[in-house]
């Protein structure tokens, strides 16, 4: 039995029944929420473990829902949207999102983003308690942040300054898609086009000598046109 418990705020009857049905096949626990105001009562009065986010809702723009949402709470917030732009998942990213569906999906790829965001939530609580040895492993992949050094399969990477910040970044954001303006923004401080160019540049080095030549799957996955996601690979030992 799942003890999870998601928020489902859909305004569209058929798409909102379809999850359900979905994650009550899946023992899942939901509730349910057809417009801005309702999610926003539900989120804070129920405290649910995930949230399944329609950005068109007809009080209020989805977006709006997840600023309020982030001023009190970091629960994880799937986004499902009917536009296709890369604008308005980019806008909801920035916002505070941490994954995305576009309509049509399917309900396998629905419950495989809700089985990310589940495992990030493990993963978050073995973090706390863990937090004193504050080193991160993934993989091959370590950093000792305390030290400020990477290691792969206990080699210590040689990464500039900037490499390694955006290992740490994306370390600390594991599951989660960054964007290049939030990337640009934490390690730079500005979102100039310019430095999404070096964006790209730096990223391609870090990946050069993060990943083995002949790897089939990258570490770091790239969502064209929005940013960057660190998967979690399964440990070897
Ligand atoms: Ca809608």
């Known amino acids: 039995m ?3 418990q998601v928020l489902i705020v859909e305004d569209d009857p058929p798409i909102r029944k379809l999850i359900a049905t979905t994650l009550k096949t899946h023992d899942y626990k939901y509730l349910q929420a057809e417009s801005g105001e309702e999610a926003l009562m539900q989120a804070s009065t129920c405290g649910p473990d995930v949230m399944f986010l329609d950005l068109g809702l007809p009080d209020m723009d989805g977006v709006e829902v997840i600023k309020k949402i982030r001023e009190w709470s970091n629960m994880p917030i799937i986004v499902i949207s009917a536009r296709s732009e890369d604008e308005d998942k980019i806008e909801a990213l920035d916002a505070g999102a941490d994954d995305y569906l576009t309509k049509p999906f399917s309900v396998e790829e629905m419950l495989a983003r809700l089985r990310v965001m589940q495992r990030r939530i493990a993963l978050l609580k073995s973090d706390t308690e863990t937090v004193e040895s504050s080193v991160y492993i993934n993989g091959d992949l370590k950093i000792d942040f305390a030290a400020g050094c990477a290691y792969k399969n206990d080699l210590e990477l040689k990464l500039t300054p900037i490499e390694y ?4 970044l994306l370390a600390q954001n594991t599951g989660k898609v960054l964007t290049h303006k939030y990337i640009t923004q ?6 100039w086009d310019s430095n999404v160019a070096s964006l790209r540049v730096f990223m391609a080095t870090l990946r050069k000598k993060l990943e083995d030549e002949d790897a089939h799957d990258s570490m770091i996955q790239t969502h064209i046109g929005i940013g960057y996601r660190m998967l979690k690979v399964d440990g070897k030992n």
């Open 2 to 4: 799942n003890k999870f």
């Open 165 to 168: 910040k955006l290992l740490c």
């Open 186 to 191: 934490k390690i730079w401080g500005s979102a």
